[in-house]
């Protein structure tokens, strides 16, 4: 498998395009995206898990239960979430890119992120669709990427080609992140596509059975959205035998959208509001996989851990807190701690008790982008892991002043 | 009832001290605290449900298993916790006490605050106990509370006067806050004493059923602290007819415990690390009181409605998502949502969804010191209210290196 480029427009038959229609005020920042695939594609998704449920959301669930669609249109500066017609103006924001790329509105899925409880106004949607659909290509996958985003610092794309029953396969996608993410059974904006033939069934089970795993398991700040989505799009082009059963080209094709997802994870993660690093928290040693994954989550949660990290400060003693506060059943004891990066490996926590280490080097490994914060928990076989940030003066900067 | 002066030395027969000993390296800090009690009392307490717990409450629940104490001594600086010989320490420690103040070891409660997974070194304790023992004074307990700090910027304390069987009694509190403060099912350290007679049985149960509206209700950080304890001491030299059973006279000490521990809840959520508001927000309207719980607490923990609310932002929208991932059964369409102050009650959603409000007025009453968070999520009869406070650069500044 490799890792190429292209992003949402690596697969064969996938054209996207994203411009600045004037829902953000900032000119120069773009905010509507489009995806089309030449032919109709099967599709899988999944949605947050809040109460408080964007209205896009609804309207994408109707779309695709069929298990079909052909295009995704996304905004940024607004959630349409928390607004008496929001609906309504969901569905006609599809029927406005239906008309713009002559398909039909049922094969539109929809997705809005932004600002919750303001009204959606419709009319720069209306007059930046024809450019949008009039401009989609095969290397659009950057403006739309770009079109999406929020407070993200930068675009998240990644595509991978691979090999199923002979045929040649990609797979690509792009994401936004960075704030209100505490994915829940589902998670953040994220658009993939992919020409491999495989029926709605499998792709829906492929994509619930990986998130658990990935997007499931990143944190940024611990409040679950109420417009997480992610949609895959696999409309066959391959021309691989159709994947209808769990054998060997499913497991292939779990395998690609697996790296897919773990990095846009990283990606998301690594971008948080505010970040400047990506943290990833590594437990192993459990007896089951669930105790793994709630340990490592809660690390990921810590504001105290996100803190200390930000400061380069090997303050263990809040990776303890946070696996004893879990909710996980483990043997305080048995708990190691090591932190590690490209510039070593430290082990600061032993049995459930610390132990002498080189503050120096301590510092000097926590001052790296990327943390890994190793947990053994015991003599268990299973592990997980979960991907965080560090909390940072930026994101409460960001978050103080959102909406201004 | 009347709030009065004297901290934990307002009940007949209580003293108090607290001195800097060393633990801590600023000398203009104290670090060393001492309540004793004229008379043996009776004793309840709650502790932390974190996995990972200070040695200091393994000792206490042990030495307490009786019902009764005399003394309370409580460090900063250390939490004397995740050490392998932090148990022997902590007994230790109550020995110095109880030889320094002629009671037995077995009647001290012990408490400690600090950093995580250090030695605690027990030199300046033993050089500091003769000083702190030989200061004991019934005006003490301004020492003592702030020889309890740590991160906190104002020490805590309060005491009321109120009546039982004809009685004058009184209760004093005092606390120490700021972070790691997320309980469940106990709380931080919270030292209260009353000359009330009431048995320990009946001082338990009034202590465990207010905490769960209180205490229980305060979050400042999300991280449950791994040595919250609260502890009653209740000696009987006020001279009424011991509280047996849940009579009048159990009515009139809980409302006045509720009215010390309230008090307390307020001082710490707003003492909160880097706070510089109080945040309280207020459920009515439930069908049931712990899905007002549910709904105030995950309002209360929201860290994009914390840094929301420090920018005096009226992003009202983070309160309906935080409502909607805290796993409460609500009714979305229901929900009413406003932000009062001195300054105005500004209601910002109305049945799920925003209405017109003015930005100004807006700016105005979220400037203010103290908010008030006011959720109705329909026409129930159920209510609660959860503590807390903003989010702000300076949390992320003490916690970004708080070792050193």
Redesign the interface.
């Known amino acids: 498998m490799n890792i190429i480029n292209g992003g949402v427009c690596a697969a064969k038959g996938y054209k996207a395009n994203g411009v600045h229609c004037g829902i953000r005020k900032n000119p120069g920042k773009k905010d509507l995206a489009l995806i089309v695939s030449e032919k109709i594609a099967n599709v899988a998704a999944v949605y ?6 964007g209205a896009p959301l609804t309207v994408t669930k109707n779309h695709i239960a069929d298990g079909k669609a052909q295009a995704v249109i996304c905004n940024s500066g607004n ?1 349409n ?4 017609d929001g609906i309504e103006i969901a569905e006609k924001m599809c029927k406005l890119t239906a008309d713009a790329v002559n398909i039909s509105e049922k094969d539109v899925v929809i997705a809005s992120t932004g ?5 959606l106004d419709l009319t720069p949607i209306a007059a930046g669709m024809k450019p949008l659909a009039d401009g989609i290509s095969e290397v659009g996958h950057i403006d739309a990427a770009e079109a999406i985003m929020t407070t993200d610092t930068i675009s998240k794309e990644v595509a991978v080609e691979f090999t199923v029953g002979g045929k040649t396969c990609r797979i690509g996608g792009m994401a936004k992140g960075s ?2 993410i ?1 994915p ?1 059974m589902a998670t953040m904006l994220v658009f993939i596509t992919s020409d491999v033939a495989i029926s709605s069934e499998l792709l829906q089970k492929a994509l619930s059975s990986d998130i658990a795993n990935t997007f499931n398991m990143v944190s940024i ?6 417009n997480d989505m992610v949609v895959v799009l696999a409309n066959g082009m391959a021309g691989n035998d159709e994947i209808t059963e769990e054998n060997e080209d499913y497991a292939e094709f779990m395998k690609a959208l697996n790296t897919v997802t773990v990095h846009l994870c990283k990606m998301i993660a690594g971008d948080g509001e505010g970040a400047t690093k990506l943290l990833e928290c590594k437990v192993s040693g459990a007896d089951d996989e669930q105790t793994a994954k709630i340990v490592a989550k809660s690390v990921i ?4 851990l996100k ?2 990290m ?2 380069a ?1 090997a ?4 990776v ?6 879990s909710g996980a059943d ?1 043997d ?1 004891s048995k708990i190691d701690v090591s932190f590690r990066s490209p510039k070593g490996t430290l082990d600061v ?1 032993k049995n ?3 132990i002498d280490f080189s503050e120096e080097l301590a510092k000097e490994i926590l001052l790296e982008s990327e943390i890994e914060i190793l947990v053994s928990v015991g003599n268990g076989n299973e592990g997980a892991t979960a991907w965080g940030c560090d ?3 930026d ?10």
């Open positions: 947050t898990t809040n109460l408080v449920k959630a979430t928390c607004n008496f600002v919750i409880g303001q009204r704030g209100m505490h829940n700040d611990g409040d679950t959205s109420t949660c810590s504001s105290l803190s200390a930000f400061g400060d303050n263990w003693g809040r303890l807190c946070a696996i004893g506060y483990v305080v926590c459930g008790a610390g909390l940072t003066y994101y409460v900067k960001i978050n103080g002043d959102y909406r201004t």
